[in-house]
């Protein structure tokens, strides 16, 4: 637990077990394309500095991802305000550099970059361009991650996400993290405050 100022603000709770032998099967990699044929952060977000209200959104988002390489499937949420679609989105990531084989430090890894995107889902329903552009406040109530098996953050994953409900200033995100060789790897949920503004 961590206190702020007396109060509570963050809880963690999590279990352990040694690898055994057990029945195996799993929901199937969704389609994606190549990550290496998707554009980088840096061709990106650049290229679209205008969609955002000062030019230091960009700097910060570019900071963010230094150590990741995180590549958008289809275009997302600040490059697609005032356009509801589904609720669905696709991300591929993985370090910038090797990482030593301590699997611990692949799970931190992903850990981080599976709060990064997850509640942009919840965005894209209503056309919402998100914490970026400043059209919604939110914040991370809640995450909850399974590990199922073993994976490199430092090779690419796929963070295949979707929101099945928003409501009260509230969202849900769920989503599934796969190697890319189709190995389904993580199961993460994550509620999050999501408020309009009022002007």
Do not use: N
């Amino acid at each position: 637990m961590a206190v702020q100022h007396g109060l509570p603000i963050f809880h963690l709770s999590a279990s352990f077990q040694i690898h055994e032998d057990g029945l195996e099967h799993q929901e199937p990699m969704p389609s994606a394309p190549d990550p290496e044929t998707l554009p980088t952060a840096e061709e990106l977000l650049p290229a679209h500095a205008d969609k955002f209200p000062d030019l230091t959104v960009v700097d910060r988002l570019l900071e963010a991802r230094a150590a990741v390489d995180l590549r958008y499937v289809e275009a997302p949420p600040f490059l697609t305000a005032g356009v509801a679609r589904e609720p669905r989105s696709q991300v591929w990531f993985r370090t910038r550099g090797k990482l030593a084989e301590d699997p611990l430090l692949h799970v931190c890894l992903a850990t981080y970059v599976s709060d990064m995107t997850l509640l942009d889902s919840v965005l894209l329903a209503h056309g919402r361009g998100g914490w970026a552009v400043g059209d919604v406040v939110g914040a991370s109530l809640d995450h909850a991650m399974w590990f199922h098996r073993p994976f490199r953050a430092d090779e690419w994953l796929l963070y295949d996400q979707q929101s099945p409900s928003a409501s009260g200033g509230r969202g849900l995100g769920t989503a599934r993290i796969y190697t890319q060789d189709g190995r389904l790897a993580v199961s993460v949920i994550q509620e999050g405050l999501v408020r309009v503004p009022r002007r």
